[in-house]
């Protein structure tokens, strides 16, 4: 069945150009996840987890090796945008689905909020001499233009993004390894288990941090309408892009942790300027090196990175719009570019306003970090359970490995790590949570109840979309 034969079927138009490949698929991943996205929080991770900060980034992988395989299962049954709003909605039921959605709304609208405060903090202590404000304008700007001209100039730019990314990291992996075997740092295995600091609950909470280096790869299922060989290689990209990415982290973090100058008022004060990373790159090899790896971070943070969450924030609004879940005007399709080109306004002009404003917090970053990694979480959770409710209750699947253990496994790990998170993160997700119930019944009072369009494939047999 073709891609959109698949689209077709759910009462849907092919709207979006389907242009990205596998290649393009596995660039979007890397480039949302940030492949040295761990320089700019490792210091939280590394005093959060008792130092074994390569260990917390070794657990995510585990954590979300299974989500990945959620993640796989739903989209073949759903090919389509809207990642876990639609497999929750058609795999659960349409209210579930809303709440889905606007749970994880929590995690892609903010993200690119976040990114591009986190650059343009960065930048601004590099080049102080422009002002944060301006630096976030920039950033804005730039991946705007490039995500209206349409997904396949996002595509070679991210490309271009990601060469130089993997560059600065090759960079600080040999240096870091000749340091080490030069005699600099302290060569031990620490960052994977140490016995004086390892509990479990001190190993979730540090994941419950680290897991904002893995946002990204769930990204690629809403490219689902956007892809050329369909449903299939969203899922193989996923799990591709989670594998590699969560080897890099954990490389890098394992080298850095052996280099730190002094982890013992590392653990102790913890890392509030974030520097801790480029402490241990400079002891490696000299500030050139500390600098390098600062401004590649800010960079890769402002535009690959941002531009990318700007493309996923923007498919998710479509979708939920184009169901009436969200005002209709963004659904709105761009004729020429074959974008959704309100919802990616919407997303830089939301991004533009919260990122000025927390800027002028000093919690800023840190209250974005709690809510995007609360949000992300409890979509996954749902994911986990939209699995077993619609392959196995409903669709009576015999596959019980694919269909019960192995997302009864990542909602078990999930589930620890989001007990286990920071108590603000919790109150503030938790908050959101009630905001969207409140919504949902103001939809039920209002006459608007939540339905999706096209339900009809989804009560076909489980023979059936085994073949999709």
Not at 295 to 323: C, E, F, H, K
Not at 349 to 374: E, H, K, P
Not at 413 to 441: D, E, F, K, P, T
Not at 443 to 449: E, I, N, W
Request: glycine content about 10%; proline content about 4%; hydrophobic content about 55%.
């Amino acid at each position: 069945m073709q891609p959109q034969d698949e689209l077709a079927g759910y009462g849907y138009r092919q709207e979006l150009a389907r242009r990205l490949r596998f290649r393009d698929l596995l660039a979007y991943g890397l480039v949302y996840m940030v492949p040295i996205a761990p320089m700019a929080i490792f210091g939280s991770v590394y005093a959060g987890s008792g130092g074994m900060v390569a260990l917390a980034y070794a657990v995510g992988v585990v954590a979300l090796v299974f989500t990945a395989f959620s993640y796989a299962q739903m989209v073949k049954a759903f090919p389509m945008s809207g990642s876990v709003y639609n497999y929750a909605g058609r795999g659960i039921s349409a209210p579930v689905g809303f709440l889905a959605g606007w749970v994880i709304l929590l995690d892609y609208v903010l993200v690119p909020c976040l990114l591009y405060l986190v650059a343009s903090v960065a930048m601004y202590a590099t080049v102080p001499t422009v002002p944060v404000w301006l630096w976030l304008l920039g950033f804005v700007a730039v991946n705007t233009v490039v995500n209206s001209v349409g997904i396949r100039m996002t595509a070679v730019v991210t490309r271009v993004m990601l060469v130089g990314e993997l560059i600065v990291l090759a960079v600080f992996l040999a240096v870091a390894g000749w340091a080490l075997a030069s005699g600099r740092g302290r060569f031990g295995w620490e960052a994977f288990y140490n016995s004086d600091t390892f509990t479990w609950s001190v190993v979730a909470g540090a994941v419950s941090v680290a897991v904002l280096s893995f946002l990204g790869f769930d990204g690629i299922s809403m490219l689902a309408e956007e892809t050329r060989g369909g449903s299939r290689q969203i899922g193989r990209a996923m799990a591709a892009v989670l594998i590699l990415a969560g080897v890099l982290f954990i490389a890098q973090t394992w080298l850095a942790a052996m280099l730190v100058p002094d982890p013992g008022v590392l653990l102790a004060q913890g890392d509030p300027n974030g520097t801790a990373f480029y402490d241990a790159a400079a002891l490696a090899g000299g500030g050139w090196l500390a600098t390098v790896c600062a401004v590649a971070t800010a960079i890769a943070w402002g535009l690959p990175n941002s531009m990318v969450a700007q493309v996923a924030t923007s498919r998710l609004l479509y979708a939920m719009a184009r169901d009436r879940q969200l005002p209709a005007f963004l659904a709105k399709v761009s004729i020429r570019r074959n974008v959704p080109i309100n919802a990616t306004l919407l997303t830089a002009a939301v991004s533009l306003a919260l990122g000025l404003y927390m800027a002028t917090r000093a919690d800023g970053i840190t209250l974005l970090s709690s809510l995007i990694n609360f949000g992300a979480m409890v979509a996954f959770l749902v994911l986990h359970v939209s699995v077993v409710v619609h392959h196995l209750i409903r669709r009576r699947s015999g596959n019980w490995w694919a269909h019960l253990v192995m997302p009864g496994i990542g909602f078990a790990i999930l589930a620890y790590v989001v007990v286990n998170a920071n108590i603000a993160a919790q109150r503030l997700g938790l908050a959101w949570l009630a905001l969207g119930v409140l919504v949902l019944a103001s939809f039920y009072a209002t006459g608007h109840r939540p339905a999706l369009s096209g339900l009809a494939p989804a009560q076909r047999s489980g023979r059936d979309l085994e073949r999709v």
